[in-house]
Every structure is written in C-alpha cells, then in structure tokens.
C-alpha cells in the first residue's frame, strides 16, 4: 500500500506539470508574477547563498591544509581540492539543499496558505489555471538559479583563498596555481547542468506539496516539512544518477 501511495503521488506530480502548461495566463498578468517570484526567490537567497558559500569554501581549504601533514605533499594542493569540492558539490548540491529549506518551504507555505483560504478555489471559478498561474511564475524565476549558484561558486574558492593564504597554511601563488592545475571545463557545464535539474525540482516539488495539502494551518507547516525532505531526498538522487551519466 505504501508504494502505490508512493506512485500515486508520483503520477501525480507529473501530471501537475502537464496542468502547468495548460491554458496559460495573459502575459501581462504573468510578467508582474515572474518578476514577484525573482525578488521572492533569487534576490531574496543571495545573501544566505553568498555568507555560507564564502565560509564554507574557508572551512574547506583550511581543512584540507590542516590534513596535509606529509612534508612532500605540494602545498597548491589546497587550491586543487578547494576548487574541485567548490564547483563538483558544495556549490550545485549543498546550497541547493539549503534552499530546498528556505525556497521550498517559502513556495509551500505560500500556495499551502492560498488552498486554506480557498483562493485558489476562487481562481478556478474565475476560469483561471491556478496551476499555471502559481507555479509558471516559479519555474521562470529559477531559471536565474544558476547565476545564484555561479555566485555561490566565486565566493567559495574567494573564502578559501583568503583562509588558505591569510591563515598561513599556503601562499596566494601556490593557491592560485592549485586553482589552475588539470582544470577540465566540462566540470563547470556538469554543476550547472545539476542546477538546472534543481532548479526545476525546488519550483514544482513544494509547489505540489502546498498545492495538494489538505487542512487548516497546521497542516500548511507540516507540508512545508514534508516538502523540504522529498525535495532533498530528490536532489540527492537526481545528483547520483546525473554523476553517474555525466561523470563516470
């Protein structure tokens, strides 16, 4: 029973992107929504997105320093696996389950609320695609998701230059030489490839949580929960298989 539940729910994830596509609204309606759901969730992430990359990209190159103790080890190293762990991972998939929190949860609460209220009931009387109107506007705006993760990419490998160099573990050349030793330029297509993926995923996993959650207002939080866990559990998966296609 739990696994038909399981692929009810999966069918009918997708069947809620065919609605989206239906029946589409005006776009001089649709302009004002897309630009609300930029400031909503592009502008509004970048400043979390930009204070973690920089210090975890510190914490990186610090601790990596920190476990090269055999004296023969080049120190550019530091730079090496900063840049490497900064654009494979952290960057794409780390934030990108950071924003599954904030996002997701945001997008969950929002249309969750708006079923509560019957507003999306009022939507339909009117003769207008809830679904299209609701989340449309969600998937255009995160097409800008990877200039968040690019951002996100910079300031890592800047947070570890300056931990590596001004913690004295290695100087700016040997960090910058790690930086440029064996860079392969299918790595940087490969993450945004990734956040492409999941940019899809954080518009239309919490929008389906909120737009099919039944209840009152406790129940608008424990979707906003729920929606958070699938869509990590998702990204997780989706960074497996595209690693195992594009990578290996």
Known sequence: ??????????????????????????????????YKEIDDLVIDSLGIVCFISFFVGGVVSIQTALNLTNPLIPKYLIGFATRQSVILEFAPTFISIIMAGKMGSFITSSIGTMRVTE???ALEVMGVNSLNYLVFPKMTALLLYPFVIGISMFLGILGGWLGGVYGGF????????????????????????????????????????????????L??????????????????????ILTQLLLA
């Open 170 to 217: 290695t100087t700016s050349a040997q960090f910058i030489q790690g930086i440029q030793t064996e860079f392969i330029p299918f790595h940087i297509a490969y993450a945004f490839i990734k956040t492409i993926m999941y940019a899809f995923l954080l518009a239309t996993i919490p929008s389906y949580h909120g737009y099919y959650m039944k209840g009152g207002a």
């Open 119 to 121: 507003q999306i009931d």
């Open 1 to 34: 029973m739990l696994v038909l539940r399981y692929l009810a729910h999966i069918g009918r994830y997708f069947l809620m992107i065919r609605e989206v596509f239906v029946k589409p609204t005006k776009w001089s309606v649709m302009k004002g929504l897309i």
């Open 219 to 240: 129940e608008v939080g424990k979707a906003s929960t729920v929606s958070f866990v699938w869509t990590a559990v998702v990204i997780i998966l989706t960074n497996y």
